[in-house]
């Protein structure tokens, strides 16, 4: 099983809907964060949080909320989609305490606001 | 502030061909470098990292790495492309701290 998963893999929403991105870890790390790819631009971080009580705001969190539920789960929200929030959201997780300088990704979310 | 530069968005190579994408970055300490790659519509796939250790660094798939310090550059080789290596590729930086960024990509297409 995948240690970083990510749900819904594709979504197709209309302008002003609310929609939720959820990714999930069974890696037991304590950092997860929220990025954006976008073509040409590589990836941009929106959130990222480094415990259940912290939450911290990245490069672009503008027209983005966050919750991180549990150690294990952090909840993306578009609260107000907009066209140009059409990207491909990654979710990923890092623990410098555990040992690894790694961080590792979730397949990744398709995202599409018409 | 730390930032990565890609150079080529996109790079074309025979089969057989020696590939070399190359990247560099700014960084006020000693970073952490890395390259991953995302084939189409999957998601990103760590090819190495460097953290401090050996100079040379070696991967995944036949890639491999050179960090240079007085060139800030960290440029990935394969000596014999594949048309497998086809995909996109990602230079990132991590200044040891929370942030890991990221260059904008470099698509390598592989010509039979």
């Known amino acids: 099983d995948a240690d970083v998963t990510q749900t819904p893999r594709n979504r197709i929403t209309k302008t002003g809907k609310r929609i939720m991105l959820e990714c999930s870890q069974t890696?037991?790390?304590?950092?997860m964060y929220w990025y954006r790819q976008d073509p040409g631009l590589g990836l941009r971080l929106i959130y990222y949080?480094?415990?259940?009580?912290?939450?911290n705001k990245g490069e672009i969190s503008d027209g983005y909320s966050v919750s991180r539920q549990a150690q294990a789960k952090f909840s993306l929200s578009l609260e107000s989609a907009i066209p140009n929030q059409t990207a491909l959201y990654f979710c990923?997780?890092?623990?410098?305490?555990?040992?690894?300088?790694?961080?590792?990704f979730g397949p990744g979310t398709r995202l599409t606001v018409l | 502030a730390q930032s990565v530069t890609q150079l080529g968005s996109h790079v074309s190579v025979s089969e057989g061909a020696l590939v070399l994408l190359r990247c560099n970055y700014s960084?006020?300490?000693?970073?952490?470098l890395f390259w991953y790659v995302q084939y189409p519509n999957q998601g990103l796939q760590l090819l190495l990292k460097?953290?401090?250790?050996a100079t040379l660094v070696k991967g995944i798939n036949g890639f491999e790495a050179e960090f240079k310090k007085s060139e800030t550059s960290f440029h990935l080789t394969k000596p014999s492309a594949h048309m497998s290596d086809a995909a996109e590729y990602f230079c990132?930086?991590?200044?040891?701290?929370?942030?890991?960024?990221w260059g904008a990509g470099t698509k390598l297409i592989i010509k039979p």
């Open positions: 460097y953290t401090s250790a």
């Open positions: 990923a997780t890092s623990d410098p305490a555990q040992g690894s300088d790694e961080w590792f």
């Open positions: 960084s006020s300490v000693p970073p952490y």
């Open positions: 949080s480094f415990d259940v009580k912290d939450i």
């Open positions: 890696k037991g790390h304590d950092r």
């Open positions: 990132a930086v991590s200044p040891r701290n929370y942030q890991l960024i």
